[in-house]
Nanobody
Framework: QVQLVESGGGSVQSGGSLRLSCAAS????????MAWFRQVPGKEREGIAA???????TYADSVKGRFTISQVLAEYTLLLQMKNLKPDDTAMYYC????????????????????WGQGTQVTVSS
């Protein structure tokens, strides 16, 4: 079992930056693939960035070039650096860990992950 706690959300103007953190209850690097998702009420949860157990990263087209996923290994922490934020980035952001099927390559699929945090809200105003 892995507990995940997100932080760092808030309100920012368009073009601004935020850094989200996800603190894990156990060491995850090399053991679990992890990812960031976001969700707007009434819409499906969208996978936006993932990092595999071997450190490879993948991004959704909607955030590529603006968001960066990384890990602070010594702190059991997953980060999401977000730059050039847009109003369309407004959502609840969640981190996830642990693929149900380690053979999958669908790292941005919400149904693929076992463990989830409670989320942190990001609001971008124009």
């Amino acid at each position: 079992q892995v507990q995940l706690v997100e932080s760092g959300g808030g309100s920012v103007q368009s073009g601004g930056s935020l850094r989200l953190s996800c603190a894990a209850s156990t060491y995850t690097a090399g053991r679990y693939s992890m990812a960031w998702f976001r969700q707007v009420p009434g819409k499906e949860r969208e996978g936006i960035a993932a990092i595999t157990r071997n450190g490879a990263t993948t991004y959704a087209d909607s955030v590529k070039g603006r968001f960066t996923i990384s890990q602070v290994l010594a702190e059991y922490t997953l980060l999401l650096q977000m730059k050039n934020l847009k109003p369309d980035d407004t959502a609840m952001y969640y981190c996830a860990a642990g693929l149900k099927d380690r053979n999958t390559d669908n790292y941005l699929g919400a149904g693929e992950y076992k463990y989830w945090g409670q989320g942190t809200q990001v609001t971008v105003s124009s």
